[in-house]
């Protein structure tokens, strides 16, 4: 068998959310490399169609895939969603493509963990609020709690355009999370890897009862227990860690606000990917 272990994490988003998520494996896994996609040319994807996303992640998998990662962790909520339906094209088709890694899986598991009276919210794009993704999972790791979900589309291009601290993105996070809060939960799973970034705005209206559950800590516990159970290859050789970011549209808003979201994790030259 082929020796992987020096080979690259993959990551990808529809933009600049899922760096959450790098940023989050590069601090847990400082030995490992890693290739970003930021999918910026055609975010956002949760207002599209299961078939475009579908297709879109396929695109996704396969560049990355040509930059020799050894797994793909799937940033992105919405794609996170078509997973299993690329996945089983795949199968299907007779085509082995490198282990996934979605970030709903993990997040509906710490949910379900936590939560003490039983209620947990989700905040999400449409898409992944229609696919009731989080629903069935959770409802499926514990069918007495009860999920409640609330679309939120208008905070993805809010990101995007950095304005993260802005007061009228305080107001649409407060419009949003009323009904979630008005049903009482005490567990809030942030759908979208753009949330993170927009925590203090959340954490304000919901108070410090409600538990932030956030994709990046749970998809890096998973990473972590599969290199334990040698379900993925470590990195032990001892080298410096390497990234490499690619988008697939160029932007100076993005080189910034990706800037900070990284902090100190400084971001060389930008990549141009041809998908």
């Not at 695109?59 to 930059?67: A, D, G, P, V």
């Not at 979605?102 to 696919?131: H, W």
């Not at 107001?171 to 925590?199: E, K, M, Q, S, W």
Request: proline content about 5%; glycine content about 6%.
């Amino acid at each position: 068998m082929n020796d992987t272990s020096t080979l690259p994490i993959g990551v990808f988003d529809s933009g600049l959310g899922g760096l959450t998520v790098l940023k989050a494996l590069r601090e847990r896994f400082t030995h490992e490399h890693f290739i970003y996609l930021g999918d910026t040319a055609r975010i956002p994807y949760g207002s599209k169609s299961p078939r475009t996303i579908q297709r879109y992640l396929e695109q996704n998998i396969k560049f990355l895939e040509s930059c020799g990662v050894k797994a793909v962790v799937i940033a992105c909520n919405s794609a996170s969603t078509q997973a299993a339906q690329v996945l089983a094209a795949a199968n299907a088709a007779g085509t082995k493509i490198v282990p996934l890694y979605n970030v709903i899986s993990p997040s509906a598991r710490r949910a379900s963990e936590i939560t003490k009276n039983g209620l947990v919210g989700v905040i999400a794009t449409r898409a992944t609020v229609q696919s009731r993704a989080y629903v069935s999972e959770v409802e499926k790791l514990n069918p007495k709690l009860k999920v409640y979900q609330q679309a939120c589309p208008l905070l993805v291009p809010l990101v995007e355009e950095g304005w993260d601290e802005d007061p009228i993105t305080n107001l649409i996070v407060y419009r949003y999370l009323t009904p979630l809060v008005a049903a009482n939960v005490d567990t809030l799973i942030l759908g979208c890897t753009h949330f993170p970034i927009l925590r203090n705005a959340i954490a304000r209206v919901t108070g410090p009862h409600v538990e932030l559950v956030e994709s990046s800590i749970s998809i890096a516990d998973q990473i972590q227990s599969d290199f334990e159970s040698a379900k993925l290859a470590p990195n032990h050789s001892g080298l410096s860690s390497e990234l490499r970011v690619y988008t697939t549209d160029v932007s100076d808003n993005f080189q910034a606000l990706a800037q900070r979201i990284m902090g100190t994790q400084a971001l060389k030259q930008l990549e141009l990917a041809d998908i």
